[in-house]
């Protein structure tokens, strides 16, 4: 996958999978299977389409303000009307959202964050809904493969392998020795969790990984604070928890001289280094062109999610400056 510079700062932070760590939901119940296109707008009806929203974050709104404005251009010469539904984090209220669009008139439900996805597929198994930015949606349980979801779930997916990450910080200067990242507990067992990022530093002889975690943001810092010393570099993946401390994070990594890299969220924070991941403004293009399709007759069971594309640097200048490190001419050109 082709790494593209960019010089605007990104605001993304899962989700998304992002966003999918709120809190594990059961996925007893996705499995039933449907290939109904659901209540979805024909012709020149109408287009009504209900937004879920797990949490408030960066990464939330470039996805839905980038959904919004293609779909719209997308289906240009039909009225398009969205409504929104924010659980703001809690379980409570994403079952609740759940049952009330399970039983609403919307043509589609968009869905940011994996807990209200499940949540969703759970109770509903006619609308055709779509996964914005989706960590695992087979590891989820509301799709049978990415290819073929099977369901009536379909949409985009963020994953980006550690791996990958890894061999773009090795051409830092000085290149990072030993490894540190903050994650909930939650993710440990979602794609790019404790496996697999033990499994891309086992394979570069010489590194070490040192890992902190924390429930929620009163537990972020504490984390940080736990790798000092630890660590030469914080590498942190999509992760609501954490993205809703990265500030705390950031003053931790930027008092300690340690670069602090961000899979998700603003570059701008202070103590951020750099932002290395998908862009999630193309992520809600790409979402609205599976819905599009959708509404236009598409079946979400043959549909397959869309894949992130090139990675993208943001890059904090006066962390740069700080630190003195030297970034690879991809991030800085």
């Known amino acids: 996958m082709k790494i593209r510079a960019t010089r605007r700062r990104r605001a993304a932070g899962a989700l998304l999978g992002v966003i999918g760590l709120v809190g594990v939901l059961a996925a007893a119940g996705c499995a039933g299977s449907s290939g109904s296109a659901g209540p979805s707008a024909t012709g020149s009806d109408p287009v009504k389409v209900s937004i879920f929203e797990v949490a408030q974050a960066d990464v939330v709104t470039t996805l839905e303000t980038a959904f919004k404005e293609e779909l719209t251009a997308k289906l240009a010469g039909r009225t398009v009307s ?51 930015a989706m960590g695992d949606p087979v590891g989820g349980k509301v799709a049978d493969s990415l290819d073929h979801p099977g369901r009536n779930v379909t949409g985009t997916i963020d994953f980006i392998d550690p791996a990958q990450l890894l061999d773009e910080l090795a051409e830092v200067t000085p290149a990072p020795r030993r490894s540190g990242t903050i994650y909930a507990p939650s993710n440990e067992t979602r794609p790019g969790g404790g496996a697999q990022r033990r499994a891309a530093v086992a394979g570069r002889p010489g590194m070490a990984l040192a890992e902190a975690t924390g429930a929620g943001a009163g537990d972020v810092q504490s984390a940080a604070r736990s790798l000092v010393g630890r660590t030469d570099t914080i590498l942190v993946g999509p992760d609501a928890a954490v993205a809703s401390g990265v500030a705390a994070v950031g003053a931790v990594a930027l008092s300690n001289k340690i670069p602090l890299y961000l899979t998700s969220g603003d570059a701008a924070t202070t103590g951020v280094l750099a932002t290395l991941g998908p862009s999630y403004a193309d992520l809600g293009v790409a979402s609205a062109g599976v819905a599009a399709k959708i509404i236009e007759g598409a079946i979400p069971a043959d549909t397959p999610f869309g894949r992130p594309g090139a990675l993208e640097w943001g890059v904090n200048r006066d962390t740069l400056s700080a630190l003195g490190v030297t970034l690879p001419a991809a991030a800085t050109g």
């Open 82 to 132: 969205f409504s929104v539904r924010n659980a703001n984090g809690d379980p409570s209220l994403i079952q609740s959202i759940a049952r009330d669009l399970a039983r609403s008139d919307a043509s589609l439900i968009a869905v940011i964050g994996t807990p209200a996805v499940i949540a969703m597929a759970q109770q509903d198994k006619t609308h055709p809904i779509i996964a914005l």
